[in-house]
């Protein structure tokens, strides 16, 4: 099927004096018809860039520089365009947003079907057959804009379903998808009789044994091997294996500072068409200390970022009270003292350089020289592996993420909110932001709705269990 | 490897016209600045300024057409939809064909600062003037003229911010000249 | 954000053809600019308010009068301003304040206003917006500017919401202790950030839709199927016919000529 030999791809550097460093690097894979293969690969090695190159819509859509061969089915990848493909080979994107295109789940689904001139009752019946087969029938006429971040993977998989192409390339699949859906896609994939390659950076065990081959995408190369060595591999790369709770430094001598939330409710809007009714969260006794790491732990849709956005001032609750040092505090000083690292970094970023946007931080700083100032952003530039000199909105996500965290920590807030920070960068990497942070003697609310990287990173753990947010001993 | 660019332009053109006039509609119905007169002026402006000096005629006129008068639509005032589409295009199209004076071909960026403000100033009376004569016919020229103060603000602001957002966006992300060719 | 124009409710509207309905409001707006008589401009409002009101509900159907409110308000007190050279009616002391033929035009300017109000806006409240789009495409639109129209429309909500947290985003990065109220000079200074932050946001998200369209099959060869139709109850034909009727007889009714 694919024919991969020599591939390496380079993005185009804007704005810096280095380039880029290659993110595929003389790669090789032979994908034969009727395979299964699960590709494992740490947060930003290339598995997407990969995918998108199997699928011919880069460097068609993203500059950058391409050597090497791919072929598919015998012919050249770029030989004609990617509507060529359709019918052939279908991506599922990590990020739906990235996919979708209609306002309504019916039309969606309909899309492709229509590009490739299906006839109408054809068509309809299979938009509606997809739609059952993924539980979305309620959902036809919704706009998926409003369906939850699973609901929209689902949409995605009933998409691919509809085309029932013979090949199909999955980035993240199980990504956002609850523990009934996961297994379905398993089963689904293992039903299929065509070719499937699974990207994943988590290694599921629910995996175990389904896949005919196994790779691992690190440095740029695909090694392959069975299924023990792969993992094993995968696991020294990303870090998975470390014990936080003896590392986390003892904070050094600084103000100490308490943030505590008692009595709080808060109206939790509807997030998707398919949710409840709105409830209220109520939160008796939420409480931080400078230093201390705690998670809020809850699946999604549960309430963590309404809870989160009250604690940082954005949102007002409709009763009780947050105290910063035993005073009440309104919300303007709330927004002051408690930074949030939203999910996506890119929210605040707009400056052409790391340099300008860590100084854009301190322009509110009037104590500091022009000499001092300069040296305080290089040194933060270091310390969260950043070059002054990049272009922020073109780095990887991973250094974004790496930006986001670092314009905070110049900013030294007593307390940080961050939102599912495990999601798009390696445990390592989150760990040490999470130390960085803490090390100017921040205490640390960490959103997350893995247990296990809570129950690793944390000291005390909040759960939200039917709309009340309560402190809970993690099983060990 | 490098696909003919005739192909190229028709979905990266189709997503750029839907991206931007969503961000027309979006500037129209909530970005709003509060203004010394009563009322406010929306940001609309300062999208289809920016539109036109980065990505040409064509782009400019079909974000702000588009753009405003589904803003019409959505916001309760139907009746304005095919007028704000006819004045708001035309407005993106003038301020963009004048900002472009002076710069070759393939490089809309590029717009030199004069001829961008000529044609924002153009896009300004386009603007004021269409409202004002839309407004005549339907209501009356004595009574259209009391939209005009406000009108000559929006688009003023649109021009001096669309000018400053533009270069901003332009530092801040390269990669939009590789969508300003098509 | 909800970019939704159209209102449930009841009523024969509701059944009339996207296509047919176009062409009907067209027809109408244009007839009202040329020469009708008062009375018609103003039996054409009444006749498509009590449409509105049938189908929406009252408060909903007072709504389009509550947003031109102001203007009408406006075209009022300048009417004395108008017709200046005429039989006066109202005068105080010796001054001519107001002319008859003022409030003659003033009559029929408003009549007229509200009347494209109404008819637009009860066209776009009983035509779902997917249904405008094939109306449009069945008169001409190109397959490509229809796809434009959709896509904004997906696309509206994610800026919105993005837009949103870019604010909030700004907000929290930009709060100082001990600020006090920002001046209006300090949240203007604001708004370069937030704006450059945003358009870059939707700009990123212009590759990737490329990609998506492409590889869901645009540039095909095959010629296009719809998943969705239109179909006129009665048949297009006789209810273009009627489209084509109603503006005609109304004309014959109501002309001054």
């Known amino acids: 099927m694919f024919e991969i030999s020599g591939l390496s791809f380079t993005y185009r550097a804007y704005g810096t004096a280095a380039e880029h460093a290659p993110v595929l690097c003389n790669l090789d894979l032979t994908v034969h018809e009727g395979q299964s293969i699960l590709i494992l690969g740490a947060p930003d090695s290339g598995k997407s860039t990969l995918a998108r190159i199997m699928c011919a ?410 709309g009340v947010v309560k402190e809970r001993r993690l099983n060990v | 490897m490098k696909s003919p660019v005739p192909e190229k332009m028709t979905a990266l053109r189709i997503a750029l016209m839907a991206v931007l006039t969503a961000v027309v509609v979006v500037f129209t119905l909530i970005v709003r600045v509060p203004t010394p007169i009563k009322g406010y002026i929306s940001l609309c402006d300062v999208v289809i300024t920016f539109a036109a000096f980065l990505f040409g005629p064509w782009v400019a006129a079909i974000a702000g057409g588009l753009g405003t008068g589904i803003a019409d639509l959505i916001g309760g005032y139907a009746q304005w939809a095919p007028l704000s589409f006819v004045i708001h295009g035309v407005q993106g199209m003038l301020i963009a064909l004048i900002a472009r004076v002076g710069v070759k071909q393939g490089v809309p960026g590029d717009a030199k600062l004069p001829a961008m403000i000529a044609g924002g100033v153009v896009g300004m009376i386009v603007m004021t003037g269409g409202y004002y004569l839309a407004g005549g016919v339907l209501y009356g020229f004595e009574a259209a003229l009391v939209e005009i103060p406000l009108n000559l603000m929006q688009s003023g602001v649109g021009l001096v911010l669309g000018i400053a957002v533009a270069k901003a966006v332009l530092k801040a992300y390269p990669p939009v000249r590789a969508l300003a060719i098509h | 954000m909800t970019t939704s124009t159209f209102v449930a409710g009841r009523g024969i509207v509701y059944l009339l053809d996207a296509r047919s309905k176009l062409l009907l409001v067209l027809l109408l707006c244009i007839e009202v600019f040329l020469p009708i008589s008062q009375i018609g401009l103003w039996v054409l409002f009444g006749g498509v308010f009590l449409l509105a009101w049938h189908a929406t509900g009252f408060k909903q159907a007072i709504q389009p009068i509550r947003s031109i409110a102001f203007i009408l308000v406006v075209m009022t007190l300048f009417s004395p301003l108008t017709d200046r050279d005429g039989t006066g009616l109202l005068f105080i002391g010796e001054r001519l304040i107001l002319t008859s033929e003022a409030v003659t035009n003033l009559s029929v300017l408003v009549a007229r206003f509200l009347s494209i109000t109404y008819l637009c806006t009860l066209y776009v409240w009983t035509t779902p917006m997917a249904d405008v789009n094939l109306a449009f495409r069945w008169y001409g639109l190109g397959y490509h500017a229809a796809l434009v129209l959709t896509l904004a429309f997906r696309f509206i909500p994610f800026i919105a919401d993005s837009f949103r947290m870019i604010q909030d985003s700004h907000a929290l990065r930009t709060s100082v202790e001990f600020e006090g109220r920002r001046s209006r000079r300090q949240r203007l200074a604001d708004i370069i950030p937030t704006v450059t932050a945003a358009l870059v946001f939707a700009l990123k998200s212009i590759p990737y839709t490329a990609m998506s369209l492409e590889h869901r099959g645009l540039g095909r060869r095959e010629k296009r199927s719809s998943f969705r139709q239109l179909k006129a109850r009665g048949g297009l034909f006789t209810q273009l016919l009627v489209s084509v009727m109603i503006p005609t007889v109304f004309w014959f009714l109501f002309t001054t000529l």
């Open chain 1, 57 to 466: 819509l880069v460097p068609r859509f993203v500059e950058g520089d391409l050597e090497g061969s791919i072929t598919f089915q015998g012919e050249r990848i770029d030989s004609r365009g990617p509507w060529e493909l359709t019918d052939r080979c279908t991506l599922v994107a990590q990020n739906p947003q990235e996919q979708l295109l209609m306002t309504t789940c019916a039309d969606e689904v309909a899309f492709p079907l229509e590009s490739l001139g299906v006839r109408r009752e054809r068509l309809v019946s299979s938009v509606h057959s997809a739609l059952h087969r993924w539980e979305l029938d309620r959902m036809m006429e919704v706009n998926p804009q409003e369906l939850s971040g699973g609901e929209r993977k689902r949409l995605l998989l009933a998409v691919t379903d509809a085309i029932g192409a013979p090949v199909w390339v999955m980035d993240e699949p199980f990504d956002d998808l609850d523990e009934f859906w996961r297994a379905h896609l398993l089963s689904e994939i293992e039903k299929k009789e065509g070719t499937v390659i699974v990207f994943a950076s988590r290694y599921l065990e629910e995996f175990r044994g389904s896949f005919d081959a196994y790779y691992l995408l690190d440095q740029g190369v695909l090694t392959a091997g069975d299924e023990e060595a792969i993992v094993l591999a995968f696991d020294r790369v990303s870090d998975v294996q470390f014990s936080v709770k003896s590392t986390l430094e003892h904070v050094p001598e600084h103000d100490s500072h308490t943030l505590v939330a008692q009595n709080l409710s808060i109206v939790h809007p509807r997030r998707s068409v398919s949710s409840t009714e709105p409830f209220t969260l109520r939160t008796p006794d939420f409480r931080i200390a400078s230093g201390e790491v705690v998670a809020l732990v809850g699946p999604n849709g549960s309430g963590k970022s309404t809870l989160s956005r009250v604690l940082c001032g954005l949102d007002p609750s409709a009763t009780g009270s947050i105290s910063f040092d035993t005073a009440p505090c309104d919300r303007r000083m709330l927004r002051s003292r408690v930074g949030y690292l939203f999910q996506n970094p890119d929210f605040g970023i707009f400056l052409p350089t790391v340099r300008e946007e860590l100084g854009w931080s301190l322009r509110h700083v009037p104590a500091l020289a022009e000499e001092q100032r300069e040296q305080l952003i290089e040194k933060t530039a270091r310390l969260f592996h950043l070059s002054c000199e990049d272009n922020p909105t073109t780095m990887s996500y991973g250094a974004r993420k790496q930006l986001q965290a670092a314009v905070y920590y110049i900013l030294n807030r007593p307390f940080y909110i961050v939102d599912e920070l495990d999601s798009g960068v390696t445990y390592a990497a989150a760990f040490e932001i999470v130390s960085l942070l803490r090390s100017r003697g921040a205490g640390i609310v960490l959103i997350t709705h893995d247990s296990a990287f809570a129950r690793n990173i944390a000291e005390r753990t909040y759960t939200i269990d039917n």
